[in-house]
């Protein structure tokens, strides 16, 4: 998408979280949009950083260190990850970003934080949980999350955000809430088991964002919407 329609896409967004947020009677400040840079160059980051945006999401981590760096000096940004997390690569991840929406197993949520250096705070960090059961997807499966979430809240350096998930796509606005509606439900149980007060949620994309803040979702994450297709 040329660079000047990034800031047009990024109002629509806008518009559309608003409009979600009337719809399902959610306050809009309650709803943050992360902005999905995966595959976009800095240009369109500055761009979205025009838009008024200020937290970017990334995929691929040796695509999005560079990225990182050389906005190094801008105040106020935060880098979220959201890829699949493989062990050799969770101490730089640890070092260089805020938020981490992808963590599903021990053993990393264990390297994250033994990993994250002392001088910054602690790793926000959400558990994803594979909400549809597809054999295919990451994420636990929801009966072994808040053992996971357990563990999670023993580690000092991580901070424990809420549950994330990436649902079976389908455009049936019912079967997007659906979807939405068991994570939230699972986030209130462990909630419930543990004593806890966890209150973001992860979910929704560009194609279902308004099924998602129907659900209660604190953060969706968009990246067509704002960049247009990746390429
Ligand atoms: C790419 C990606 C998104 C953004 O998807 P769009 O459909 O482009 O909005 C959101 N979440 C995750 C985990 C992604 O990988």
């Given at each position: 998408?040329?660079l000047?329609e990034?800031?047009?896409?990024?109002?629509?967004v806008?518009?559309?979280?608003e409009?979600?947020?009337?719809?399902?009677?959610?306050?809009?400040?309650?709803?943050?949009?992360?902005?999905?840079?995966?595959?976009?160059?800095?240009?369109?980051?500055?761009?979205?950083?025009?838009?008024?945006?200020?937290?970017?999401?990334e995929?691929?981590?040796?695509?999005?260190?560079?990225?990182?760096a050389?906005?190094?000096?801008?105040?106020?940004?935060?880098?979220?990850?959201?890829?699949?997390?493989?062990?050799?690569?969770?101490?730089?991840i640890?070092?260089?970003?805020n938020?981490?929406?992808?963590?599903?197993r021990?053993?990393?949520?264990?390297?994250l934080?033994?990993?994250?250096?002392t001088?910054?705070?602690?790793?926000k960090?959400?558990?994803q949980?594979?909400?549809?059961?597809?054999?295919?997807?990451?994420?636990?499966?929801?009966?072994?999350?808040?053992?996971l979430?357990?563990?999670?809240?023993?580690?000092?350096?991580?901070?424990?955000?809420?549950?994330?998930?990436?649902?079976?796509?389908?455009?049936?606005?019912?079967?997007?809430?659906q979807?939405?509606?068991?994570?939230?439900?699972?986030?209130?149980?462990?909630?419930?088991?543990?004593?806890l007060?966890?209150?973001?949620?992860?979910?929704?994309?560009?194609?279902?964002?308004?099924?998602?803040?129907?659900?209660?979702?604190?953060?969706?994450?968009?990246?067509?919407?704002?960049?247009?297709a990746?390429?």
């Open positions: 998408m040329a000047n990034i800031l047009q896409h990024s109002a629509k806008n518009q559309q979280v409009q979600a947020c009337k719809n399902h009677n959610r306050l809009a400040k309650q709803v943050n949009v992360l902005a999905v840079s995966k595959t976009q160059p800095v240009e369109a980051i500055q761009q979205a950083i025009a838009a008024g945006f200020n937290n970017f999401g995929n691929y981590l040796q695509d999005a260190l560079p990225k990182i050389s906005f190094a000096n801008t105040a106020h940004l935060n880098w979220h990850f959201i890829g699949a997390i493989q062990s050799n690569k969770t101490k730089e640890a070092e260089s970003f938020y981490v929406h992808t963590v599903s021990l053993r990393v949520a264990t390297r934080n033994n990993q994250r250096p001088d910054l705070p602690p790793l960090v959400f558990i949980v594979n909400i549809s059961g597809e054999a295919s997807k990451a994420g636990v499966q929801s009966a072994e999350a808040v053992e979430a357990k563990e999670i809240m023993n580690l000092p350096k991580l901070s424990l955000q809420g549950l994330m998930c990436l649902p079976e796509a389908t455009e049936d606005f019912n079967q997007q809430r979807a939405f509606s068991q994570l939230a439900q699972l986030q209130t149980e462990i909630n419930q088991q543990l004593g007060n966890l209150s973001e949620l992860s979910m929704g994309m560009t194609q279902d964002l308004e099924a998602a803040i129907a659900e209660g979702s604190t953060w969706v994450r968009i990246g067509t919407g704002i960049f247009g990746r390429k």
